[in-house]
């Protein structure tokens, strides 16, 4: 997948995890460490419903956008951990709880942390 088209891909992903309110939202640049995804989200959702409901806006945006479905999604009956496997790029929605306990952050220490923040004004321009 180009560049522009993997950009395209992480904005609407993070916009769609803004919009339904997702916190303590985490991208992380895998491509060195793994040759299973390049990218990796993390983010928390407060409840289950609210973890569903960020799951189908991604789900929503990137089939509109880029005509393109995630390969598997699991947990979505539970949502106290969704997992979102769009090849390149993984999605992990976690309850506060679970987050906390499964502590993927650390198992990818090495991995480089996008700044998305920073990135709002260069993904404009996808």
Excluded at 29 to 56: E, G, H, N, V
Excluded at 88 to 110: G, T
Aim: proline share 2%.
């Amino acid at each position: 997948m180009g560049a522009k088209r993997k950009n395209r891909v992480l904005k609407l992903i993070y916009e769609a995890i803004k919009e339904k309110k997702g916190d303590e939202i985490l991208c992380l640049d895998t491509k060195k460490l793994t040759y299973l995804f390049d990218y990796l989200f993390i983010c928390s959702a407060d409840t289950d419903i609210q973890a569903k409901a960020i799951m189908d806006n991604i789900y929503m945006k990137i089939k509109k956008e880029l005509k393109r479905l995630p390969i598997k999604i699991d947990g979505s009956d539970e949502g106290a951990w969704i997992i979102m496997d769009y090849g390149d790029v993984m999605v992990h929605i976690f309850n506060p709880i679970k987050r906390l306990y499964y502590n993927l952050e650390s198992i990818w220490v090495d991995a480089k942390a996008i700044d998305l923040e920073s990135w709002k004004s260069f993904f404009s321009s996808f």
